[in-house]
């Protein structure tokens, strides 16, 4: 599986066979989704996406699209407000992509439960989303991920959230790719994958 960043939320994950893009209009980004050709969009918050060929994916429940698996939840904090999925699982060529949004401010238990094994986690490291740092790591701690890739970032967050989930070394890269045969060793530690725009 390819990861490539966008800005904010949007990310494009590419499988063997198919492309997912989340969040393809997202402030100020705006994903030529001409031009990407995506098989599926997935929402995690309110969007005016135009009509095109690809499955679009904004509610709960589960979905198997082509080679991907898809299973979006709703926070507890929002369960009353919005049939919007806020939280989402991705499970392509055997790794399970964990995607927790800006607007997800406490997942508990249930959704945790519910999610099980997540090996890569793209989560905001926003300050503006109301989760304050020391949270976010609770929770990085509670998933437990191989790697992490931050989204919505800066500098500055990005050193503090390493120091407190005691990552030494941040990895930058462009793109990034890894297959379900990287999570085989049980003596790995925490990665945190920067992915650069």
Do not use: W
Request: proline share 3%; hydrophobic share 40%; charged share 30%.
């Amino acid at each position: 599986m390819k990861v490539k960043y966008y800005g904010n939320s949007s990310f494009l994950f590419k499988g063997k066979k198919t492309k997912l893009i989340t969040n393809p209009l997202d402030n100020e980004v705006k994903v030529n989704l001409k031009k990407v050709l995506p098989d599926i969009i997935v929402q995690s918050h309110e969007a005016k996406i135009p009509t095109g060929e690809y499955y679009m994916i904004k509610a709960p429940g589960e979905y198997e699209v082509h080679d991907f698996f898809i299973y979006g939840y709703k926070s507890d904090t929002n369960a009353q407000n919005s049939d919007q999925a806020e939280i989402y699982l991705i499970d392509v060529e055997g790794v399970h992509v964990g995607l927790i949004d800006k607007s997800v401010e406490n997942v508990r238990g249930r959704i945790l439960d519910e999610m099980g094994i997540v090996d890569v986690l793209c989560i905001s490291l926003a300050e503006q989303s109301g989760m304050k740092l020391t949270k976010i790591t609770d929770l990085v701690n509670k998933i437990e991920p191989y790697i992490v890739i931050p989204m919505d970032y800066n500098k500055k967050l990005l050193e503090d959230f390493a120091k407190v989930v005691g990552v030494q070394e941040l990895e930058e890269v462009k793109d990034f790719e890894v297959t379900k045969a990287d999570f085989d060793s049980e003596e790995m530690s925490m990665r945190i994958v920067v992915l650069q725009k």
